[in-house]
């Protein structure tokens, strides 16, 4: 009863230490959204973008995306969408915490698992709390889960109470993004049948709590269509998916194919020098008649002149291979690479070779990972880092043999050694968190930009403006703010993961806004907002195409620190 009481008071000294760790980070470091993807998805959920919270988040699955939305309805003085991420970090860091406690045998372990904690936050986890996002959170609980299931299988003690706390924690992953899950599930297969398997006797040791893995995958392969028929089953939305795959092959990945290289294949799909122009610019709003079957035609086309100018299998191979090891060995991995070296070192010391074969294991996994990315073509750095937060809580798991390996020294070399380590310790965490410090006053500074637009937009409440991918929400992120009041903005954007939405159609018709190039021609209210070295002459000549002759004024000019941009009013 003393060892329970005593086990629940240490549990809530956890909880309590890492809300204070969480507050503290917030107040005085500030927590950011890292891409401008969350704010447009917090827009949906919040009410922002329709006027009515909406569950449809198109990147995040419709249950939680409903959730955040019936939230919003409840009570939207709060950010329920920031609020939700943080506190499933908070929840994993928790769950991790507890499970290295546990294991401890006495006060050495316990303060050693401590201070490892604290400066494996400092040095992995900071950087995705303080600038979080919508991927890096999902392979937070990816990389719980995976942490769950080895820690228990590694000690040999795996019950069905972790089976399905992994579980809950991937289908979470699973929710937010499913193809961070599916990273997930590589390191969770490979090191998981690694443990189970008995190399002495070549059998699974627990056959039936093996079946675990293939129920993650069958909940991996029926999540996305069960999702679709519960909120994306309208033709509406069937056909924004499909544009919106073709758009993302094009903008996110492969690139535009230029128009004279390629002319006969623009001919022969319908496409014109003026659409042409439309999709170079990405102001795919302006000509509706670039639809579903010309983007994918072009996106297979991109895709297709992407993979011949990387040249045959083995040059590409080579390619991918440099790009996925300089991503690897890149600076801000430093901090990994140093404890990887200790951990190892220590074991081919003390011919530790089962640890030496997980990191090495856990290595493969990322390397492989990293290497794929570069061979899609699809490395952002979101997904890059997805990777790096799964491999670092899978080795997490051995923190507490990298501890009992110090127990092995004579203890001259074991001060040396701590020594040295103490070194090590403080340089990776002044690294990291320096980093971090950085890259959170970088996204701030732009923030401000962002804050002064949207008070332009506030002055300005009763125009509509369409604005240039990058310009407003677009490329910028935000500040988290716990309390938060939504306000519907009076603009949306020519190109972006929105365009042909939905979401995005039903602020149109908020406005009474048809037809975008009639409105910019007609309406006296709606203007066009582009970079002041953008040439304007490009959008004249694309709706002088459709619509004739057509003068174009220059109203207003703005200049923040980072942002500038220009206004512009269409007429007949």
């Given at each position: 009863m003393t060892i329970h009481k005593s086990k629940m008071i240490r549990n809530l000294l956890v909880i309590i230490s890492v809300v204070v760790l969480f507050m503290a980070i917030y107040m005085f470091m500030g927590i950011n959204y890292a891409v401008c993807d969350d704010t447009a998805m917090r827009n949906i959920a919040s009410g922002v973008q329709t006027g009515v919270p909406d569950g449809h988040l198109v990147y995040i699955m419709y249950p939680l995306g409903w959730l955040m939305a019936t939230l919003y309805k409840v009570n939207n003085h709060f950010d329920w969408y920031g609020i939700i991420f943080i506190v499933l970090q908070a929840i994993c860091l928790i769950r991790i915490a507890i499970r290295l406690l546990d294991r401890c045998d006495n006060k050495k372990e316990i303060l050693f698992t401590i201070i490892g904690l604290f400066v494996f936050f400092f040095v992995i986890w900071n950087k995705s709390l303080t600038n979080f996002q919508f991927s890096t959170t999902a392979a937070l609980l990816g990389g719980t889960s995976c942490f769950i299931i080895y820690e228990s299988t590694k000690n040999d003690d795996l019950t069905w109470k972790d089976i399905i706390e992994s579980l809950i924690f991937l289908i979470l992953s699973m929710m937010?993004?499913?193809k961070v899950a599916q990273m997930a599930m590589a390191f969770y297969s490979l090191v998981f049948l690694y443990y189970q398997f008995d190399w002495k006797s070549r059998k699974i040791k627990d056959?039936?709590?093996?079946?675990?893995?293939?129920?993650?995958?069958?909940?991996?392969?029926?999540?996305?269509?069960?999702?679709?028929?519960?909120?994306?089953?309208?033709?509406?939305?069937?056909?924004?998916?499909?544009?919106?795959?073709?758009?993302?092959?094009?903008?996110?990945?492969?690139?535009?194919?230029?128009?004279?290289?390629?002319?006969?294949?623009?001919?022969?799909?319908?496409?014109?020098?003026?659409?042409?122009?439309?999709?170079?610019?990405?102001?795919?709003?302006?000509?509706?008649?670039?639809?579903?079957?010309?983007?994918?035609?072009?996106?297979?086309?991109?895709?297709?002149?992407?993979?011949?100018?990387?040249?045959?299998?083995v040059k590409k191979f080579i390619q991918s291979l440099n790009g996925s090891l300089s991503t690897v060995f890149s600076r801000k991995y430093l901090s990994f690479w140093l404890w990887l070296i200790i951990s190892i070192g220590f074991s081919l010391y003390l011919r530790a070779n089962k640890l030496i074969v997980f990191n090495l294991l856990v290595i493969s996994a990322m390397c492989f990972g990293f290497f794929y990315l570069y061979w899609e073509g699809r490395m952002p750095e979101r997904t890059i880092d997805s990777i790096f937060l799964i491999a670092c809580l899978c080795m997490g798991t051995e923190f507490k043999n990298v501890i009992q390996l110090l127990n092995h020294f004579q203890k001259p070399f074991k001060q040396i050694l701590s020594i040295v380590m103490c070194f090590i310790t403080a340089f990776c965490t002044v690294d990291a968190t320096y980093y971090t410090w950085i890259l959170t006053r970088d996204i701030r500074e732009r923030n401000q930009n962002l804050v002064l637009f949207n008070k332009y937009l506030e002055e300005n409440k009763d125009n509509f403006y369409f604005t240039m991918v990058n310009v407003g929400l677009f490329g910028y992120s935000s500040d988290f703010h716990i309390n938060y009041e939504p306000k519907e903005i009076n603009y949306v954007g020519l190109g972006g993961w929105g365009t042909n939405a939905p979401t995005t159609n039903q602020k149109l018709m908020n406005y009474d806004i048809e037809d975008v190039v009639d409105s910019l021609l007609h309406k006296d209210n709606c203007y066009l907002m582009t970079q002041p070295y953008y040439d304007i002459e490009k959008t004249v000549q694309i709706i002088q195409e459709k619509q004739g002759k057509i003068s174009v004024e220059l109203v207003d000019e703005q200049s923040f620190d980072g942002l500038s941009f220009n206004v512009y009013k269409f007429k007949k």
């Open positions: 937010i993004r499913k056959l039936k709590k093996c079946i675990v893995f293939p129920f993650f995958v069958l909940c991996i392969l029926f999540a996305t269509p069960l999702n679709n028929l519960i909120a994306y089953s309208s033709d509406e939305w069937k056909d924004y998916k499909q544009f919106n795959l073709a758009r993302s092959k094009i903008y996110d990945y492969y690139g535009v194919p230029d128009y004279e290289e390629n002319i006969d294949f623009y001919n022969e799909i319908g496409i014109n020098e003026s659409e042409f122009m439309t999709i170079q610019s990405y102001s795919l709003k302006l000509d509706d008649s670039i639809d579903i079957e010309k983007m994918t035609k072009i996106a297979e086309k991109s895709e297709e002149l992407y993979n011949k100018e990387r040249g045959n299998i």
